[in-house]
């Protein structure tokens, strides 16, 4: 018979690098969804299936408005949650009509054609900081510093027209909100970030540039009225979400490849093969698990499992992306199995905006990487690094490499 009720607590650290806690295995064999305790308090489904995690996700009677009663949240204090219901809601937050409005003048900023003419300048970015790597004095040196987090940092304030001159500042001030640090430190740089965002737009209001903020404001103007909130919660979403998570993947992805030297020499064979190993990587890591929440606005059956309204839900990508009903030995990784069926972007209506510029953004890295630092290794063992398992977006802090 199905077992419903585990003890297991989130958030769960990951106890090898290279694969999600030894207990998701155990409790997906026993139930594609069971109920887990939150560490902040309260209790939720948790769903590790593959087929589950697609049901919840594409399932509008599963809300993403983190200001409903029951919604799964890691942080219940009184000031989060006021912090939460006073602020306007982000994309992420949006159902129905609402989120389908708000995201469709959007979708434009990343159409094939968009990202086709922004492809030359992130390979000029990339080029630029490869160079800095190549002409560096000592050895080794941190990939994270070097690489994966100015990459990212750029791409993303060239899309919105942030001057990149305030990159140390938001950067440091996304990462500590991902971070498992102090709620305080948290709710600052929260704080900090929206501040920016809000002055930044009020800015863009008065020039708006040819930029992603600047063209929504012109937008906005000729149907109506600037929607000065919703363009600072955009703005807030895509500067988070495009930065940190493509900053670890490029970390991961790297840590990856040249710990599977025979799955490396495949895209540098054949730099075709690249998407396929950015796939499989995507998938294999999974860096934002346990962040695909919703709760229920009705009682829905998913999985067998019998859901009620005002339930909490937390889909586990990781889980779902090695679930073996879903993907042959997901623990191998193999950057030819193809598999665009993985729930790294999540699934459904709120599927991940970004997610085919942080396709093209891995691809130039991985490609341009490898073929300019052709003797590129790790300089010290992939076990020994310092993987952030306190962290909300898994990946490293550090990468020392040398060549």
């Known amino acids: 018979m199905m077992k419903s009720r585990t003890e297991i607590e989130l958030p769960v650290e990951r106890d090898c690098p290279f694969a999600p806690p030894t207990t998701y295995d155990r409790l997906r064999e026993q139930a594609p969804i069971s109920r887990v305790r939150l560490a902040a308090g309260g209790e939720a489904w948790w769903v590790a299936g593959h087929e589950e995690g697609r049901a919840v996700l594409a399932d509008p009677r599963f809300s993403s408005d983190k200001r409903k009663d029951g919604f799964p949240l890691y942080s219940l204090d009184p000031a989060t949650l006021r912090q939460l219901r006073e602020q306007p809601p982000l994309l992420?937050?949006?159902?129905?009509?609402?989120?389908?409005?708000?995201?469709?003048?959007?979708?434009?900023?990343?159409?094939?054609?968009r990202l086709a003419a922004l492809r030359p300048r992130i390979q000029a970015i990339v080029d630029h900081f490869v160079d800095d790597l190549l002409a560096a004095d000592r050895r080794p040196v941190d990939l994270v510093r070097a690489l994966s987090l100015p990459v990212p940092s750029l791409v993303i304030c060239e899309l919105l027209g942030v001057p990149y001159a305030d990159h140390d500042f938001f950067q440091s001030r996304a990462s500590m909100m991902v971070s498992r640090s102090s709620l305080e430190d948290r709710r600052r740089a929260f704080a900090d970030l929206?501040?920016?965002?809000?002055?930044?737009?009020?800015?863009?209001?008065?020039?708006?540039?040819?930029?992603?903020?600047?063209?929504?404001?012109?937008?906005?103007?000729?149907?109506?009225?600037?929607?000065?909130?919703?363009?600072?919660s955009l703005a807030f979403l895509l500067l988070t979400a495009g930065?940190?998570?493509?900053?670890?993947?490029?970390?991961?992805?790297?840590?990856?490849?040249?710990?599977?030297?025979?799955?490396?020499?495949?895209?540098?064979?054949?730099?075709?093969?690249?998407?396929?190993?950015?796939?499989?990587?995507?998938?294999?890591?999974?860096?934002?698990?346990?962040?695909?929440?919703?709760?229920?606005?009705?009682?829905?059956?998913?999985g067998g499992v019998s859901i009620k309204a005002g339930d909490g839900v937390v889909v586990s990508t990781l889980s779902a992306n090695w679930d073996p009903a879903a993907f042959t030995e997901p623990g191998e990784l193999d950057v030819e199995r193809g598999a665009r069926h993985h729930l790294a972007f999540g699934f459904g209506?709120?599927?991940?905006?970004?997610?085919?510029?942080?396709?093209?953004?891995?691809?130039?890295?991985f490609d341009t990487l490898f073929r300019r630092v052709p003797a590129l290794r790790l300089a010290v063992p992939a076990g020994d690094l310092p993987y952030k398992a306190d962290a909300v977006v898994y990946g490293v802090h550090e990468l020392p490499v040398t060549w």
Do not use: W
Not at 97 to 109: D, N, S, T
Not at 349 to 365: D, F, K, S
């Open 92 to 113: 992420l937050g949006m159902d129905g009509a609402e989120h389908a409005a708000a995201r469709r003048p959007v979708i434009g900023e990343f159409t094939v054609r």
């Open 194 to 232: 929206r501040a920016y965002l809000d002055d930044l737009v009020t800015r863009k209001e008065s020039a708006p540039g040819d930029d992603l903020l600047g063209r929504q404001i012109a937008r906005q103007r000729r149907e109506g009225a600037v929607d000065h909130g919703g363009l600072v």
């Open 349 to 365: 209506p709120h599927q991940c905006l970004g997610q085919n510029l942080a396709r093209m953004e891995l691809r130039i890295v």
């Open 243 to 302: 930065h940190e998570t493509t900053a670890n993947m490029i970390s991961l992805g790297v840590v990856g490849l040249l710990s599977h030297p025979e799955q490396l020499a495949v895209i540098r064979n054949d730099s075709d093969r690249t998407p396929l190993a950015v796939e499989e990587l995507l998938r294999y890591f999974a860096v934002a698990d346990g962040v695909t929440t919703r709760v229920a606005t009705e009682d829905v059956r998913i």
